[in-house]
């Protein structure tokens, strides 16, 4: 007795990998990768949104204080998907503190995913002002 549901369909067509997409890393484990790169580029604060009444802050850990987010610097942009769920978007963005000149990541989802605070300060960033270095696709 076999199970029609295992065998093989003639007429089933092989997976095709995807071609990449700039700007566009996969996989569950590139949050990580990009990270770290990012660190090796000067980036290695974490900023943290927030809200001020109405306005979009991020917080600098070094500084240690909240900052407008359209005062930041925005060098460059990636975008992740989730490796199982392309609906898993994540925004990441290389930022400078506006007061303190350091270097960090501004981690965000982004979609269906994104909350009130990180709405706000992706809306609020400053223009993109380059490519990201090479990270992994």
Same mark, same amino acid.
């Given at each position: 007795?076999?199970?029609?549901?295992?065998?093989?369909?003639?007429?089933?067509?092989?997976?095709?990998?995807?071609?990449?997409?700039?700007?566009?890393?996969?996989?569950?484990?590139?949050?990580?990768?990009?990270?770290?790169?990012?660190? *090796?580029?000067?980036?290695?604060?974490?900023?943290?949104?927030?809200?001020?009444? %109405? $306005? #979009? +802050? @991020?917080?600098?850990?070094?500084?240690?204080?909240?900052?407008?987010?359209?005062?930041?610097?925005?060098?460059?942009?990636?975008?992740?998907?989730?490796?199982?769920?392309?609906?898993?978007?994540?925004?990441?963005?290389?930022?400078?503190?506006?007061?303190?000149?350091?270097? *960090?990541?501004?981690?965000?989802?982004?979609?269906?995913?994104?909350?009130?605070? %990180? $709405? #706000? +300060? @992706?809306?609020?960033?400053?223009?993109?002002?380059?490519?990201?270095?090479?990270?992994?696709?």
């Amino acid at each position: 007795m076999s199970d029609e549901s295992t065998a093989p369909s003639d007429t089933a067509t092989p997976p095709r990998p995807e071609e990449p997409i700039a700007g566009v890393a996969r996989g569950a484990s590139e949050l990580g990768e990009v990270i770290e790169r990012m660190a *090796g580029y000067g980036y290695g604060e974490d900023f943290t949104a927030g809200l001020d009444g %109405d $306005a #979009a +802050v @991020l917080r600098c850990p070094v500084c240690d204080a909240a900052h407008p987010a359209g005062t930041f610097h925005r060098a460059w942009t990636v975008r992740l998907e989730g490796a199982s769920d392309p609906d898993d978007m994540l925004h990441v963005s290389a930022l400078r503190c506006p007061a303190c000149g350091s270097g *960090g990541a501004f981690v965000s989802p982004f979609g269906v995913n994104v909350g009130e605070a %990180d $709405a #706000a +300060v @992706l809306l609020a960033l400053p223009d993109v002002e380059g490519s990201p270095p090479e990270l992994p696709a």
